[in-house]
């Protein structure tokens, strides 16, 4: 038995279709029904055999393709045993396309077979079935109308060598549309971040870590990295290009379902790779032809051999996104999407021997990916973890399929709010109150809930907090916290709500006033301050790329800064963001677009920081174009939800045993 499906992409009117087998039937709830259908295109029924490898062991899989016209890029493939894929492939103009997904299971929307869009929309999109047992390929076709998103984001676009640009952009924002001179830093950096596009298949599926052309010693910086596409993404988004943000969002999501293992273990399904590279490899049996693959990492090739945390939660909030620019919700709908989601918060949501509701991970697990003594709770995986949630909740289809799935988000995003809200955080009040702590409280009434020590408080902070503000600390555990200050958490906290409206204004409160020591020279510090001496032996180490303020012990980050100013727009102060903006405009240019700056005050570019950095680029653009136009900041940060706040499962419990500890907390929480 054989089966066939084509796989089309035209420039005007594309027709797109991602191919996925899975193993058994029972995946949707149903039985598909056999297909035998040629692969049959205007210019070519050519077909040509070929064996899938990773590059080495024995071929996983075998079948053929269909080559056709440059103008339409499809091929078709034929096999009746897929088995398990490490590697997609594509061929354009000779070179060949494949993309396969193992293993991915749903009974999502009832076991429907189809969902269609409004028909009547630019755009509409159709999801069927065909096949039959083990070879059942799931076809999602896109198919664009005369009218389609394609005309329209051509329109409205920057263009790199361009002497103005349209911030008007985004379709249905304003009737008149607004030009303004873009200047000449914005045009190289436009021009900076179109050179860093990967394509894959002929199409744009990312942008590279960096684009250095003199750097000989590349490392994994030529790959593309999905915390760092983010900003690329936005600077896309907020400029009307969408196509290269959906493409990325597609071929990660067929990455997640890929087999991964490190020394004969196996994470969980929904894990996303840290990264993935395109790569061109020779044809078995052929003179000269090669094909392109996908080759991601899933943290197999890391250094340290951590696995991405934040990669899955950077994936849900780049999807959120991408449907509030561009306005293709549609997108989310999908049957795969949809999985893909669950997947992820069924990796996030699994039980455990957690007593709290923040995320256990280990040491290297997100932006700072080397040890920084930030195993356990860290804050930059809660507040990203926390905003995955609220992105997934405004999301998911509510079915009986997910029904359970969104109470545990509900009762998840409840319980984690109040445990930052009353934890993590401190001021000048909270420090006084631990600096007079018992210890070695036993009692459900104890104050010292996790038995810190006065002692843990650190000498420097005691005249660093500033009067008036205050901020989220970066871990908490049974008798250890850790004071030091973490940008991208605090950042993320503001973004998402996760801390309350008076935190908040407090978090940018103590930044203000801490401006030397922050952000100085260049914004903004990854984190202060940074280990020295005994402490940076002992928790890092001695990492000598982690050195006192250097890289992520206390150097200075460019793409922090579009963070930054989205935490501005949303509290009212985008004149501090115009501050920091025209701070680095001044700079990055000059120095070649670094990584980070090194320095206590940020002054020298950072001794390892590799040049051209794409979300230098990108967040410095980002920046830009939502100061031209903040009110577009709104579709990418939240308001506090007040219902989330009234959700406790203690009322839930059948027991009267034990007290919600909330009742004496509900002010510090609230407010």
């Not at 597609?250 to 929904?270: A, I, R």
């Amino acid at each position: 038995m054989s089966t066939s499906s084509s796989i089309g992409i035209s420039a005007v009117k594309p027709c797109c279709r991602i191919l996925i087998r899975y193993r058994s039937s029972s995946i949707f709830g149903v039985s598909a029904t056999k297909s035998n259908s040629p692969c049959l295109n205007n210019s070519s029924k050519s077909r040509f055999k070929h064996a899938f490898r990773r590059g080495y062991g024995k071929p996983r899989f075998s079948g053929h393709l269909c080559a056709v016209d440059p103008d339409r890029r499809a091929f078709c493939i034929s096999d009746s045993s897929w088995g398990q894929s490490r590697v997609g492939s594509c061929r354009v103009n000779g070179r060949r396309g494949l993309l396969v997904i193992p293993r991915v299971a749903s009974d999502f929307r009832n076991h429907s077979t189809s969902i269609e869009a409004h028909v009547n929309q630019k755009s509409f999109e159709s999801i069927y079935i065909q096949g039959g047992l083990n070879v059942k390929p799931l076809v999602i076709e896109r198919i664009e109308t005369d009218h389609g998103i394609a005309k329209e984001e051509d329109r409205d676009r920057i263009e790199a060598d361009g002497s103005t640009v349209n911030i008007d952009s985004l379709k249905g924002l304003q009737e008149k549309t607004v030009e303004r001179e873009v200047s000449e830093i914005e045009k190289e950096a436009w021009k900076l971040l179109r050179s860093a596009v990967v394509n894959y298949c002929g199409n744009p599926v990312g942008t590279v870590a960096a684009n250095d052309l003199l750097d000989k010693q590349a490392l994994n910086y030529d790959q593309v990295f999905i915390r760092d596409f983010v900003p690329s993404a936005l600077a896309f988004l907020l400029n009307g290009e969408g196509e290269i943000v959906k493409n990325f969002l597609l071929h990660t999501l067929q990455l997640q379902s890929w087999e991964k293992t490190v020394d004969c273990y196996s994470p969980g399904q929904g894990l996303m790779p840290a990264s993935f590279k395109v790569r061109s490899v020779p044809l078995e049996g052929s003179d000269g032809a090669s094909e392109e693959v996908l080759d991601p990492d899933f943290g197999e090739s890391a250094i340290g051999r951590v696995a991405p945390v934040d990669s899955g939660l950077w994936w849900i909030i780049l999807l959120r996104a991408y449907g509030k620019i561009t306005g293709d919700y549609a997108l989310q709908e999908r049957v795969e999407v949809q999985t893909g989601i669950r997947l992820i918060l069924n990796l996030c949501l699994t039980d455990g021997f957690d007593m709290f509701p923040t995320l256990l991970v280990t040491d290297g697990s997100c932006m700072i990916d080397r040890r920084m003594g930030i195993h356990g709770h860290p804050l930059e995986i809660q507040a990203l973890f926390y905003s995955a949630l609220r992105c997934s909740r405004e999301i998911l289809i509510v079915n009986d399929g997910t029904k359970k799935l969104v109470a545990a988000i509900n009762n998840r995003l409840s319980a984690l709010s109040f445990h930052i809200r009353e934890y993590y955080w401190v001021d000048m009040k909270k420090i006084n109150e631990i600096y007079r702590y018992n210890t070695e409280e036993y009692s459900t009434e104890a104050i010292n809930k996790f038995n810190i020590y006065p002692d843990q408080i650190p000498s420097w902070l005691v005249d660093w907090i500033p009067e008036t503000g205050g901020y989220l600390i970066g871990n908490l555990q049974p008798a250890h916290m850790d004071f030091r200050f973490f940008t991208l958490g605090n950042l993320w906290a503001i973004i998402s709500s996760l801390g309350t409206q008076k935190q908040n204004e407090g978090i940018l409160n103590l930044i203000e006033a801490k401006w030397d020591d922050l952000v100085a020279h260049m914004p903004l510090k990854i984190c202060y301050p940074a280990l020295e001496s005994e402490e940076w032996r002992i928790i890092t180490g001695s990492d000598p790329k982690n050195t006192p303020w250097s890289y992520h012990n206390g150097g200075s980050w460019p793409t922090l800064l579009w963070q930054f100013t989205l935490a501005c727009i949303k509290m009212g102060k985008p004149g501090l963001a115009k501050k920091a903006v025209d701070l680095a405009e001044k700079r990055l240019s000059a120095d070649d677009w670094p990584e980070y700056y090194d320095t206590r005050s940020g002054r020298f570019i950072g001794k390892q920081s590799r040049l051209f950095q794409t979300w230098t680029i990108a967040g410095f653009l980002t920046s830009k174009m939502l100061l031209e136009k903040p009110e577009l900041a709104s579709m990418l940060f939240w308001e506090e939800d007040y219902e989330l706040l009234e959700i406790c499962v203690c009322s839930l419990g059948k027991s009267g045993r034990k007290k919600c500890s909330r009742l004496n907390s509900r002010p510090q929480s609230l407010t």
